[in-house]
């Protein structure tokens, strides 16, 4: 692998790491505190979305940071979206 190549590769995997990390506080409160307020159900799935086009793009070109990021936070984002929804109805059904 070329020195360029290798430096494009650590910057990708750097985005990654950071990428998959910022969601896990609010993943966290949500679990704890068992309440969806403060949360947009739109913005929720707008990510996940966004994260599904990543994996293609990801696939399509070869970009295995990118698949992986897109991967792993569209999980994420499925997690916050079932936990929102599940919250949601038990606060409703209070």
Request: proline fraction near 2%; charge should be positive; glycine fraction near 6%.
């Amino acid at each position: 692998m070329a020195s360029n190549e290798l430096i494009k590769s650590i910057f990708g995997w750097i985005a990654t790491a950071f990428s998959l990390t910022y969601k896990i506080p609010q993943i966290y409160v949500l679990y704890r505190e068992k309440k969806h307020k403060g949360l947009s159900i739109m913005s929720l799935i707008c990510q996940a979305l966004a994260y599904a086009f990543y994996v293609i793009h990801g696939y399509i070109n070869h970009d295995l940071p990118i698949l992986c990021m897109g991967a792993v936070s569209g999980l994420q984002s499925i997690l916050l979206i079932v936990l929102y929804c599940l919250y949601k109805n038990k606060e409703t059904n209070e």
